[in-house]
């Protein structure tokens, strides 16, 4: 497996899902307060090796880590946290 890291690139405000040194995919974000909100993911690496989910899972947790909360403004993330309550505590409203 390649090395797979998070990069929160504060620059371009968004959440960065590398492997093996490339940018496969990346989730957008606005920080207000202590909430982040995710306004839009997208996968630019190969389909169907669940790069989504793997960028949601590590965002999310570094989202907890910090003791901040979430508003998944983005279909994706709003689904994804659907389908994987043990994240749900981190929705705020929005």
Known sequence: MQD?????NTAASHYELNLGGSVVAFANYRI???TVR??????T???G?????RLA???LAEIRQRGQGVV?????IAGWIARHPEYAD???PG
């Open 4 to 8: 797979e890291t998070l990069t929160d």
């Open 38 to 43: 995710i306004t839009h993911t997208e996968v």
């Open 49 to 53: 090796q669940g790069l989504g989910s």
């Open 32 to 34: 207000d307060g202590d």
């Open 90 to 92: 981190l929705v705020r």
């Open 72 to 76: 998944p403004q983005c279909d994706f």
């Open 57 to 59: 899972r590590l965002l």
């Open 45 to 47: 690496g190969p389909e």
